[in-house]
């Protein structure tokens, strides 16, 4: 199994552009979010799905969109980068919401 | 608001020496989780401890649960330095239907 698989590692935007954030998990888990990381502030939740068709917005879905169209994907979009978007992005997922979450290596995102 | 809140911030030991990291929460839960984070890397998880039980063990690892303070703790016995990294407590939300994560504690083991 390969896990969580996050793409791209590294991004550079420019303000005002969008990309997507790939997030894929081959462990059939139903439960996946999406954490955002800045220094001194630990990880703080965007996003979360409890399974296909289901999301919801965690602590600061502000500027982001998800959507969950298969058990295996969890694409996070970025509508119009700002330089506050600048962090390390990871993706987790778990069998439940209450169990044990594995986590993708991270995307590390500049916006200029 | 984070659900969490790790105490200390950082914790600097020698090897050997054994390591305790404190974390707060403010609303009830379900179960209790820690994680590792090493330099640069993703979230390994650690121990997951339920609000019925009081301690668990897992290896040099030690986590208690106080449900009356809303508080765990988690100790590692005879630290190494590979043991340096962040650490991370987690909580069910509010709603009982997402993962909180506190800020971390980071823990420095010199040789």
């Known amino acids: 199994n390969a896990g969580v698989t996050q793409t791209p590692k590294f991004q550079v935007l420019k303000t005002g552009q969008s990309m997507t954030l790939q997030c894929a998990q081959d462990?059939?888990?139903?439960?996946m979010s999406w954490y955002r990381q800045d220094p001194g502030m630990g990880l703080r939740l965007i996003h979360y799905?409890?399974?296909?068709?289901?999301?919801d917005q965690g602590e600061v879905p502000n500027g982001y969109n998800v959507s969950r169209s298969t058990t295996e994907d969890f694409p996070l979009r970025l509508l119009s980068a700002a330089p506050s978007q600048t962090s390390v992005y990871f993706c987790?997922?778990?069998?439940?919401?209450?169990?044990?979450?594995?986590f993708g290596p991270g995307t590390r995102l500049t916006v200029l | 608001s984070q659900q969490g809140e790790e105490d200390p911030q950082a914790l600097s030991i020698q090897e050997g020496e054994n390591a305790t990291m404190n974390c707060s929460y403010k609303?009830?839960?379900?179960?209790l989780q820690w994680y590792r984070q090493n330099s640069g890397r993703g979230l390994v998880h650690l121990i997951l401890?339920?609000?019925?039980?009081r301690e668990k063990h897992s290896g040099r690892l030690r986590v208690t649960l106080d449900t009356s303070k809303k508080s765990s703790s988690l100790l590692i016995t005879a630290s190494r330095a590979a043991d340096t990294a962040s650490y991370f407590c987690?909580?069910?939300?509010?709603?009982?239907?997402?993962?909180?994560f506190g800020k971390g504690t980071t823990l420095s083991v010199s040789s």
């Open positions: 799905s409890v399974g296909a068709g289901i999301t």
């Open positions: 401890i339920r609000s019925n039980e």
């Open positions: 987790a997922s778990s069998i439940r919401t209450h169990n044990e979450q594995f």
């Open positions: 462990m059939n888990h139903e439960y």
């Open positions: 987690a909580t069910d939300g509010q709603a009982g239907t997402a993962l909180i």
């Open positions: 609303t009830s839960i379900n179960n």
